[in-house]
């Protein structure tokens, strides 16, 4: 998508330890204009297919899903906590990710109520980098019997593997952006064709 690529260009920074950061208009401050046009990319590449929920995961991911469900008929949005709460209550679906930013590992939860066999879902998520993130979704999807119709990113980090990884599996994976290579010396980064 051109215009999330130029916009990765102007005003993302890339950062030692191969992280990008785009918190001007992504993951912090949130272009909505800008998640409107991903969720139409994403409505067109996945058209065809029937979704009955999104999942994402907080934080990020939660206001690009919302944005996009308004393509999807309004959809509800499911999003995976990363931390237990008492406001969480009954049987939930619980796996545990390693977080590439972060460095360590976390608990990804989804209330048994709101991941339902039958289920047809879109997975939605800001970045893809070694794919861990949704490998932990895909397997709450899995836990509750719900089918993974799609996975629309924003950002794949392409050179670290995880989208490929994915795309052999099966996986019908849709990112808007993805990143061959990035170099935090010079601050540029390098598009797929
Ligand atoms: P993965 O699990 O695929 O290794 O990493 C994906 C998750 O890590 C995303 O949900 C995102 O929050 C975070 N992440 C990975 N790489 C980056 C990056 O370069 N920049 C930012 N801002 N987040 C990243």
């Known amino acids: 998508m051109k215009e999330l690529e130029e916009r990765i260009a102007r005003e993302g920074t890339v950062k030692p330890g191969n992280v ?3 918190d001007a208009f992504l993951n912090h ?8 046009a991903m969720g139409a ?9 029937t979704i009955t ?8 991911g939660i206001g690009i899903a919302c944005i996009a469900a308004q393509h999807f008929g309004d959809v509800p949005v499911v999003f995976a906590k990363k931390a237990q709460s008492i406001n969480l209550d009954g049987d939930q679906y619980v796996t545990r990710v ?16 709101f991941l339902n066999a ?3 879902i879109l997975i939605i998520d800001d970045f893809l980098a070694n794919g861990q993130a949704l490998a932990g979704l895909i397997e709450l999807c899995e836990d509750a019997g719900a089918t993974v119709e799609g996975i629309g990113i924003a950002i794949e980090k392409g050179f670290q593997g995880g989208g490929d990884g994915l795309r052999a599996e099966g996986y019908d994976l849709d990112s808007l952006a993805i990143i061959d290579s990035m170099d935090a010396e010079t601050g540029t980064v390098a598009f797929r064709a």
């Open 98 to 113: 390693f977080s590439f930013t972060k460095q360590k590992e976390f608990p990804v939860i989804v209330s048994k109520k």
């Open 41 to 49: 990319a994403w409505a067109e590449h996945f058209a065809g297919k």
């Open 29 to 36: 401050q949130c272009d909505v204009a800008l998640f409107n």
């Open 53 to 60: 929920k999104i999942l994402t995961i907080e934080a990020s």
């Open 118 to 120: 039958g289920d047809h």
């Open 20 to 22: 990008l950061k785009v």
